[in-house]
């Protein structure tokens, strides 16, 4: 059982450098989201997908970029990666015609220097 | 405009006694859920227990259980014999129904289980 794969695993960039965060899911959900998780400041959510072809921003989207391109994948780039950028980033899904709990990736850490 | 406020960013409790991990939050949609997630140490997020606001009872899953006070807008996760392995971070999470799919959490609790 996949559920939702979030690539890759960790990542160090220098400022100004781009990167992609790949993120797909093989449970037929509907929603997919992005949040950045940083000590002291909980999970805060950076841009979310209630549909294949939608996309809104969350709490925190400055600076980031996302893509649904299918049903399976949510991407999230960052074209010009600044230090502020470091964190831990979490991919998940949901399936809002149950309770909606979402399942997440394992988190991709990343490292701007 | 949503809001969920962990107010506790750190518990301690013994092993085999009970703990409330505080949670309230604040929303304008009469329809909403609300969510608790664990993270161990080891990263993950493992989802615990959802209760919605039109359930009549307080959910319960196993030694968790949710003490959902909707006038009070709050829902404190209770962890029943508390375990060594319930050490972890604790996130409350808010989704409302707005014609919206957005979920937002808490700062969440670090909750350390002694002997």
């Known amino acids: 059982n996949a559920g939702v794969t979030q690539t890759p695993k960790f990542q160090v960039l220098k400022t100004g450098q781009s990167m992609t965060l790949q993120c797909a899911q093989d449970m037929n959900h509907n929603s997919m989201y992005w949040y950045r998780q940083d000590p002291g400041m909980g999970l805060r959510l950076i841009y979310y997908?209630?549909?294949?072809?939608?996309?809104d921003k969350g709490e925190v989207p400055n600076g980031y970029n996302v893509s649904r391109l299918n049903k399976r994948e949510f991407s999230l780039r960052l074209e010009s990666a600044a230090p502020s950028q470091t964190s831990v980033y979490f991919c998940?899904?949901?399936?809002?015609?149950?309770?909606?709990?979402?399942?997440f990736g394992e988190g991709s850490r990343l490292t701007v220097l | 405009a949503q809001k969920i406020t962990q107010t506790q960013p750190g518990m301690f409790v013994q092993e085999k006694e009970a703990v409330t991990l505080d949670c309230t939050y604040d929303?304008?949609?009469?329809?909403?859920?609300l969510f608790w997630y664990k993270q161990p140490s080891s990263g993950e997020m493992i989802f615990l227990i959802y209760?919605?606001?039109?359930?009549?009872q307080n959910a319960t899953e196993g030694r968790y259980s949710l003490n959902f006070q909707k006038a009070r807008k709050s829902a404190n996760l209770v962890i029943s014999a508390s375990q060594l392995g319930d050490s972890a971070m604790y996130f409350c999470a808010m989704r409302d129904a707005r014609g919206t799919d957005k979920l937002i959490f808490g700062t969440g609790t670090r909750l350390q289980v002694f002997p």
């Open positions: 998940a899904s949901s399936d809002r015609d149950r309770t909606g709990e979402l399942f």
């Open positions: 997908s209630a549909s294949e072809g939608t996309t």
């Open positions: 209760q919605g606001s039109y359930d009549q």
């Open positions: 929303t304008s949609d009469p329809s909403y859920g």
